[in-house]
C-alpha cells in the first residue's frame, strides 16, 4: 500500500481519507503555527493576513485533495519561515520595520486635526470620532494629547495627563 492509497487522489477520495487528511493538516496546521510563532494570529499586520489566507487555501486544497499533500505542506511551510525572517529583520532594523509594516501616522495632536494625513490615510473624522467613542467612551477630542493610526490599521489615542 503506497502513500497515495492511504491518503487518496482527488477525484476519489472516501470518507476514511478525507478525515485522515484533515487530522494531517490540522496536526502540520499546528506544526507551522508553532514554527512561525503565536505572532501570526496575534498582531495581524497585513503580511500576516496575506500569510493566514494564503495559507488556509492551500491547506483546505490538501484535505479535498487539490494539492498534492507533500508540496502543499511544503508550500506552507516556506511562507511561515519567510514570515519568520521578516519579522526577525523587522525587529532588528526599524528601517526595514517601516518598509514592511509602515509606521504610525499622527491623525490629531495639538488641539488639531491632521487632515493632510486624514487624506493620506482615507480615514474620514466620522471614522475617527467613531474609534474615540469605542476605544475612549468620550466623544471630545480636547482630553485627547495624540490619536494617531497605527501600521495595524487601528487608531490609537493618548489621553492628556493634565486632565
Known amino acids: 500500500m503506497t502513500n497515495m492509497d492511504i491518503l487518496g487522489q482527488h477525484d476519489n477520495l472516501s470518507v476514511a481519507q478525507m478525515a485522515l487528511r484533515s487530522a494531517l493538516v490540522f496536526c502540520i496546521g499546528y506544526i507551522l503555527l508553532r514554527i512561525g510563532g503565536w505572532k501570526i494570529f496575534g498582531k495581524k499586520s497585513a503580511l500576516d493576513y496575506v500569510i493566514i489566507i494564503v495559507m488556509g487555501s492551500i491547506l483546505a486544497k490538501i484535505i479535498i485533495g487539490d494539492t498534492a499533500f507533500f508540496p502543499g505542506t511544503m508550500a506552507c511551510l516556506v511562507m511561515v519561515l519567510l514570515s519568520r525572517c521578516i519579522s526577525g529583520l523587522c525587529a532588528r532594523y526599524k528601517g526595514f520595520s517601516h518598509l514592511i509594516e509602515g509606521r504610525p501616522l499622527i491623525l490629531y495632536g495639538e488641539g488639531r486635526v491632521f487632515w493632510e494625513n486624514m487624506i493620506a490615510a482615507s480615514v474620514s473624522y466620522e ?16 482630553d485627547i494629547e495624540v490619536a494617531q493610526l497605527e501600521s495595524s490599521g487601528r487608531i490609537s489615542f493618548i489621553v492628556k495627563s493634565d486632565r
Do not use: C, G, I, P
Open 127 to 142: 471614522h475617527l470620532m467613531q474609534s474615540l467613542r469605542l476605544e475612549m467612551n468620550t466623544e471630545d477630542l480636547q
